[in-house]
C-alpha cells in the first residue's frame, strides 16, 4: 500500500481529509442529513447531463436495513452492519428514448462522479463514506428489482466514525487512511507507458 506523502497544499483539505473507515458508530442519520448527501451526489457532471444514476438506500432500523444487508458480501457485512447508511448505486446504461435510444457509454464513469460527491459531502458533515464492491450481485440485482439495462456500480456504508474496536480483530490495525501513490505514477505527458 502506497504510503501518505506531502500533499500539495493547494489541493482542497476536505479531498485530502476524506477516506474510507470501516469502523462506524452505529447512530442515526437524519432525513435531512441523508438528503443533503444525496442531493450533493445528485449535482455530479455527467454526459449530455443524462444524470445516469439511482440511489437506492436504507436507513439503520428501516424495513430494508436487513434486506439491504443480506446483499453484501459476509465480510463486509461484519462491518457494515454498524453503518447508519447503506446506499447501492445503480446506473443507467442506455441513453435517448424510443428509436434513438443507445448505448451511455460514460454511464459508469458518471456514477462514479456522483459517488465522488457523495463522499466529500458526507466528510464535510461529519460523516464517512466508504465504497464497496463486494456485494452478492446477481442477488441483489433480483432483491433490488434492477433492470437488465442498469448496472449496479456498488455499494457505500456511510456513518460516523466509531472506534476501531467496533472491528473484527483483523481489522483494526488497519483503520487508518491509506496512501496515494506519488503524481509521477498516474499521470503521464503523451501516450501510455510501455512498461
Same mark, same amino acid.
Given at each position: ?25 452505529? @447512530? $442515526? ?5 441523508? /438528503?443533503?448527501?444525496?442531493?450533493? +451526489?445528485?449535482? &455530479?457532471?455527467? #454526459? ?53 435510444? @443507445? $448505448? ?5 464513469? /458518471?456514477?462514479?462522479?456522483?459517488? +465522488?460527491?457523495? &463522499?466529500?459531502? #458526507? ?73
Amino acid at each position: 500500500m502506497p504510503e501518505r506523502h506531502q500533499v500539495n497544499p493547494r489541493v482542497i483539505p476536505l479531498i485530502t481529509e476524506r477516506w474510507s473507515p470501516r469502523s462506524f458508530d452505529a @447512530s $442515526e442519520i437524519s432525513q435531512s442529513d441523508l /438528503d443533503v448527501i444525496l442531493e450533493a +451526489a445528485g449535482w &455530479a457532471p455527467s #454526459a449530455f447531463n443524462i444524470q445516469p444514476w439511482t440511489f437506492l438506500y436504507a436507513r439503520r432500523g428501516d424495513a430494508n436495513w436487513d434486506r439491504f444487508m443480506s446483499l453484501l458480501v459476509d465480510f463486509n457485512q461484519s462491518w457494515a452492519k454498524h453503518a447508519s447508511l447503506l446506499v447501492f448505486i445503480v446506473s443507467n446504461r442506455m441513453q435517448g428514448q424510443g428509436e434513438k435510444r @443507445s $448505448e451511455n457509454y460514460s454511464h459508469g464513469f /458518471d456514477a462514479g462522479a456522483a459517488w +465522488a460527491q457523495m &463522499a466529500l459531502q #458526507a466528510t464535510a458533515m461529519g460523516y464517512h463514506a466508504h465504497g464497496m464492491t463486494g456485494i452478492h450481485v446477481d442477488k441483489a440485482i433480483a432483491e433490488l428489482g434492477i433492470p437488465e439495462d442498469h448496472r449496479l456500480e456498488a455499494a457505500v456504508a456511510i456513518g460516523r466514525r466509531g472506534p476501531a474496536e467496533n472491528l473484527p480483530e483483523g481489522l483494526r490495525e488497519r483503520e487508518a487512511p491509506s496512501g496515494r501513490k506519488e503524481l509521477g505514477e498516474i499521470a503521464v505527458a503523451g501516450n501510455f507507458p510501455t512498461s
